[in-house]
């Protein structure tokens, strides 16, 4: 009888996974839910957000900074980045950048507040300015900060 019940199952899936990748989401929906304001709960304090369709293109560079992780972000002529790299690195990771042509940044996110992700921070602000900075929001004691 459990052989039964299992090919059975096993016919249900077989079937189902068709229909579920025809009837899945098209681009068409995922226009229409471009430019839409939605509000959600999460532990008790509410996030707004909005959905919009970005023009232009993405650029992304993974910077060789030797440990640790540093992102650029480039949309029109608008830096952003993800992580710093590591403090021992942070003269390269400025280095790089100008050689980019980079001179200000529009947003930096840290991911976690360890050095090898925030280390590179304090040269890039003294560098150039940076418009917005994001973090996890985790309070920390460390000198890092």
């Given at each position: 009888?459990?052989?039964?019940?299992?090919?059975?199952?096993?016919f249900l899936l077989v079937l189902c996974?068709?229909?579920?990748?025809?009837?899945?989401?098209?681009?068409?929906?995922?226009?229409?839910a471009a430019n839409q304001a939605t509000s959600s709960t999460h532990g008790g304090y509410s996030i707004d957000t909005k959905t919009t369709t970005p023009e232009g293109k993405l650029d992304v560079y993974m910077l060789d900074i030797g440990q640790g992780d540093a992102i650029?972000?480039?949309v029109g002529d608008e830096y952003s980045m993800i992580d710093t790299g590591d403090i021992e690195?942070?003269?390269?990771?400025?280095?790089?950048?100008?050689?980019?042509?980079?001179?200000?940044?529009k947003n930096i996110i840290i991911t976690h507040p360890h050095a090898d992700h925030m280390g590179g921070f304090y040269a890039i602000a003294k560098a150039m300015p940076i418009e917005n900075?994001?973090?996890?929001?985790?309070?920390?004691?460390?000198?890092?900060?």
């Open positions: 009888m459990t052989n039964k019940i299992q090919r059975f199952i096993a996974i068709p229909i579920f990748a025809i009837a899945g989401c098209t681009n068409k929906d995922v226009a229409n650029l972000l480039k690195h942070r003269e390269n990771i400025v280095a790089q950048l100008k050689a980019m042509g980079v001179t200000k940044l900075v994001y973090d996890d929001g985790i309070s920390v004691d460390n000198n890092m900060f």
